[in-house]
């Protein structure tokens, strides 16, 4: 085989050379390095277009990391970037349908197999390989890096990642209002499955709570499951950002990264003040969560998540982080006193499609309902006197 087929096969791993780091600046804030050390130009500007059109310094970061990948691959091909085409695309979609992930190979030697489903969730673990969603936001990565250098006037004639004309035709001119139409995916673009939000059943989310150890780990959740802020949002709150008699919290929102206000439950107000009352106020503009061990520092977002893994392994389940704002989402949705607008108010999300997918039925609530249908035994067929038993076997059947 050669390199390509070898490389789409699996069968060849990519060498990890160059790497991605943070730089003294703004615009951007991550570089990506070649071999030598020194920063790979196109790949500068276009984290510096990025960077002026005010994204996230984690969305330059998760670029940078999808060009680097693009980038090992071009060197190992010999390719350069501006003589890239379809083929090296469909190599590294290959590449990446076939190879083992780094990533899942960091885990517990107790961790299930990758792919099985956790019986008591019905959740299933990671894959061994990347997901599909993964594919697809290499793709985009690519093909955003090959369209700002084409308007630039730079590298090739034809963006290397093929483009859906009808699915271009057909959203250009959507109202936000209209549901998604279904359209064909573009080549190389990976089936996704609409797998429907995972909420935490009550009797597993009681098991959940009582395993948390402290105040600050029960005033986390309750807040987690009151307000349906998402677990970066939440870790970053200051004294300043908590508004006790309007029992609300004020977090900075993904992607707009506005200032907005969302509710919180009494009882996790209150489970906030008995955590404050034993750690002590923190200092103002200083984030409430604190570690509990070693010098005194902010709660990050993966020590929270090391919460969840050893509650985790005390359960045999595999709850996420954000599960948490997904069993929020499911209780309002479903309790039957917010309106379906009210809920997307709460929850700030863009589209009420996406709010709508919360109406829907769990499996463990219909437990009770399909044990009494099978247990339910056949009517029993009743003809009415008169009629011979050989003509009603003639006409209806043994």
């Known amino acids: 085989?050669?390199?390509?087929?070898?490389?789409?096969?699996?069968?060849?791993?990519?060498?990890?050379?160059?790497?991605?780091?943070?730089?003294?600046r703004l615009h951007p804030p991550y570089a990506v390095l070649d071999p030598a050390g020194a920063e790979v130009e196109p790949v500068t500007a276009f984290l510096r277009d990025l960077a002026l059109g005010d994204s996230s310094p984690l969305t330059c970061r998760s670029y940078g990391y999808g060009m680097l990948r693009w980038f090992r691959l071009l060197w190992l091909l010999g390719t350069g970037w501006e003589r890239a085409t379809e083929s090296e695309v469909a190599v590294l979609t290959g590449w990446l349908r076939s190879a083992a992930n780094p990533q899942r190979q960091r885990h517990r030697a107790d961790a299930p197999d990758a792919g099985t489903v956790n019986l008591r969730t019905g959740k299933a673990s990671l894959r061994a390989g990347y997901a599909p969603r993964t594919i697809n936001h290499a793709l985009t990565v690519i093909s955003g890096f090959y369209e700002f250098h084409a308007h630039e006037g730079r590298g090739p004639v034809v963006n290397p990642v093929p483009d859906s004309a009808q699915r271009r035709r057909t959203l250009g001119h959507r109202s936000p209002l209209e549901p998604t139409p279904k359209i064909g995916r573009a080549r190389l673009r990976q089936?996704?499955?609409?797998?429907p939000p995972r909420s935490i059943p009550d009797p597993l989310w009681d098991e959940l709570f009582a395993a948390m150890?402290?105040?600050?780990?029960?005033?986390?959740?309750?807040?987690?499951?009151?307000?349906?802020?998402?677990?970066?949002?939440?870790?970053g709150i200051t004294v300043g950002d908590i508004d006790w008699s309007g029992q609300r919290i004020y977090v900075i929102t993904k992607g707009t990264r506005a200032r907005e206000a969302v509710p919180v439950s009494p009882q996790g107000l209150f489970r906030l003040a008995l955590y404050l009352d034993a750690a002590g106020t923190p200092a103002f503009g200083e984030p409430v969560w604190r570690a509990r061990r070693g010098p005194d520092r902010p709660l990050t977002y993966w020590a929270m998540r090391r919460i969840m893994q050893r509650a985790n392994t005390l359960h045999g389940t595999n709850w996420s982080l954000h599960d948490l704002r997904h069993t929020a989402a499911y209780r309002m949705a479903n309790g039957g006193k917010l309106t379906l607008p009210e809920v997307q108010t709460i929850m700030r999300h863009a589209d009420i499609q996406t709010t709508n997918r919360y109406l829907s039925v769990?499996?463990?609530?219909?437990?009770?309902?399909?044990?009494?249908?099978?247990?339910?035994p056949r009517p029993a067929r009743h003809y009415p006197a008169g009629y011979a038993a050989a003509d009603i076997k003639a006409v209806f059947g043994g």
């Open 213 to 235: 150890t402290c105040d600050r780990d029960r005033a986390l959740l309750e807040i987690f499951v009151s307000s349906g802020a998402r677990a970066e949002e939440l870790l």
């Open 1 to 24: 085989m050669d390199v390509r087929t070898e490389l789409m096969e699996g069968r060849r791993a990519i060498p990890r050379l160059g790497r991605v780091i943070e730089v003294n």
């Open 191 to 195: 089936r996704v499955p609409d797998r």
């Open 362 to 376: 769990h499996f463990e609530e219909l437990f009770d309902k399909l044990t009494e249908h099978y247990s339910t």
